[in-house]
């Protein structure tokens, strides 16, 4: 059974910073390619970041390029990102997922095979 467990969100001032993580088990870690997501209320689920297989090619999206970096460690099946300078429309709820698809990196929800439950990140102002 495929899970996918984020931790590490919660409330923060704007400003600062925060690192949530995604834990991986009954999977492949390394075969899947893997993308953070966020959901604000009212809002699309939007991709924040992905990261390839073996990490060296990653994307952020430009809403939070320069603030926020995706990274992985295959050793420990987890996936970061980490987020600084942040911002309050940087709430919402922010999701991992995996995918086993064919490419690099999956920027699309639909390619991705797997969900974490997500976890709340509020950005007071």
């Known amino acids: 059974q495929v899970q996918l467990v984020e931790s590490g969100g919660g409330l923060v001032q704007a400003g600062g910073s925060l690192r949530v993580s995604c834990a991986a088990s009954?999977?492949?870690?390394?075969?899947?390619?893997m993308g953070w997501f966020r959901q604000a209320p009212g809002k699309e689920r939007e991709l924040v970041a992905a990261?390839?297989?073996?990490?060296?090619?990653?994307y952020t999206a430009d809403s939070v390029k320069g603030r926020f970096a995706i990274s992985r460690d295959n050793a420990k099946n987890t996936v970061y990102l980490q987020m600084t300078s942040l911002k309050s429309e940087d709430t919402g709820a922010y999701y991992c997922?995996?995918?086993?698809?064919?490419?690099?990196?999956?920027?699309?929800?639909?390619?991705?095979?797997?969900w974490g439950q997500g976890t709340q990140v509020t950005v007071s102002s």
């Open positions: 990261i390839s297989r073996s990490g060296p090619t990653t």
């Open positions: 009954g999977l492949t870690f390394s075969n899947y390619a």
């Open positions: 997922a995996a995918s086993l698809g064919r490419a690099v990196i999956s920027l699309k929800a639909d390619e991705y095979d797997y």
